[in-house]
């Protein structure tokens, strides 16, 4: 086993197919490196069996401490817990190993990841960006003909770096404890306050940090960047159309194996008729496809994600986890929505919690009816700036997001 070197990733139990993929293409391109995968709520759920080797590691591994694993179960959905506890997991296992790449669980290794270790010494922290070329604005063709399904906007969005993909040595420490001090409590899916959970943290981070950015066309290969990485197959494996570099890595996002030619579903457009496919995608897509379903038969049902609902089997809304989110802010002891003690005791406050639900619906749909009649919030704001800015002040406060 490579000691020096380390992948992990980071999934819920109802997303194992998917990490057994990715399991089966590192066990393929590199030999000896171990994969370590944090199942989020492996404390809920009855694992069902992974392949031999396989290294499953619990939440309690990175949060020692059950409250504090609850309070972030319960103020995050899983998109938002799983992006949140990144930095804790690759600080975790640098303590065991030199270098650490984490890589989200829809990814699929095509060759091994050689650029990496040297860059790693040299900078810290390694970040892919969503793009490598300008796109022109409003186009949907490029100048050399190929199809173009988003536009930088979507960098302006969801941030300059897809954190699909993040390498760190232990000159990154510092980085990741400044990424996880943010992320425990604002890893959050908030346009309207311009987050989008761990991804925007690194255009701020990363600059501050020095992280390198890494320019190769093999390096992340997602729906979002098919029109600039074409690849061809060749006596020396994928290459890129245009650099000649070799493929090294595909990110899946949005892909449903039953339905490979779609290509994702992310886009606000249908990718099947985009025209960004190309053959030896499509025949890499099929393989990916078929290592994801043969896991879904070899793992059978997997169970619906643990931290959905809370112990009395209703679900957890993403306004009730921002109420929760917003009172543990505010320094209260909550009771725990899914410790079987506590059960009455959240019970009662769930029920006390309607308000501030309401609260914080109101502080939304203020911030989007600013944005969505400028002129009307400007003439109220006007009428009586000394109300306005005290209401301003109660909802922003309500809202728990550091401005």
């Not at 009855?46 to 396989?54: A, T």
């Not at 009649?373 to 301003?392: C, N, Q, V």
Request: glycine content about 8%; overall charge negative; charged content about 25%.
């Amino acid at each position: 086993m490579n000691d020096r070197v380390a992948y992990c990733t980071i999934a819920a139990a109802n997303y194992l197919s998917q990490t057994v993929a990715l399991y089966e293409s590192v066990q393929a391109t590199s030999p000896g490196v171990p994969l370590y995968t944090l199942v989020v709520d492996l404390e809920q759920i009855s694992l069902p069996p992974v392949p031999e080797g396989m290294t499953i590691v619990g939440l309690d591994s990175i949060i020692p401490d059950s409250t504090e694993r609850h309070n972030m179960a319960a103020i995050y959905d899983v998109v938002e817990l799983s992006t949140a506890l990144k930095p804790r997991l690759l600080e975790e296992l640098l303590a065991t190993h030199e270098q650490v790449v984490y890589l989200d669980p829809d990814m699929w290794l095509v060759t091994p990841l050689e650029e990496l270790e040297v860059l790693i010494d040299q900078h810290g922290v390694v970040l892919t960006p969503h793009f490598l070329e300008s796109i022109p604005p409003g186009e949907r063709f490029l100048p050399d003909g190929q199809p173009v399904i988003v536009s930088e906007v979507h960098c302006l969005t969801v941030g300059f770096h897809n954190l699909g993909f993040c390498a760190v040595g232990r000159g990154g420490l510092p980085f990741l404890q400044w990424w996880w001090d943010r992320l425990c409590r604002e890893c959050l899916i908030y346009p309207l306050f311009g987050m989008f959970v761990d991804q925007k943290w690194t255009d701020v981070g990363g600059r501050l940090f020095g992280a390198h950015t890494l320019r190769h066309y093999g390096y992340n290969i997602a729906n979002h960047n098919l029109h600039e990485r074409r690849f061809v197959a060749t006596e020396n494996g994928l290459r890129m159309e245009t650099s000649g570099e070799p493929v090294r890595l595909l990110h899946f996002s949005g892909f449903d194996p039953h339905k490979p030619e779609q290509i994702s579903d992310r886009q606000t457009v249908m990718l099947a008729d985009s025209g960004l496919a190309f053959d030896a995608f499509d025949a890499i897509s099929l393989d990916y496809a078929a290592s994801v379903l043969r896991a879904d038969s070899q793992l059978g049902e997997l169970p619906e994600y643990g931290y959905a609902r809370d112990c009395t089997g209703a679900a957890l809304s993403k306004r009730l986890r921002r109420t929760y989110r917003s009172e543990l802010l505010a320094g209260a002891a909550l009771p725990s929505p899914f410790a079987a003690e506590d059960r009455k005791a959240f019970v009662r406050w769930r029920r006390r919690s309607v308000g501030k639900q309401l609260g914080g619906a109101a502080l939304d749909a203020a911030m989007a009816f600013k944005y969505a009649f400028p002129d009307t919030f400007g003439r109220i704001k006007a009428a009586d700036p000394r109300r306005f800015r005290a209401i301003r002040s109660r909802l922003l406060d309500r809202g728990r997001v550091r401005r």
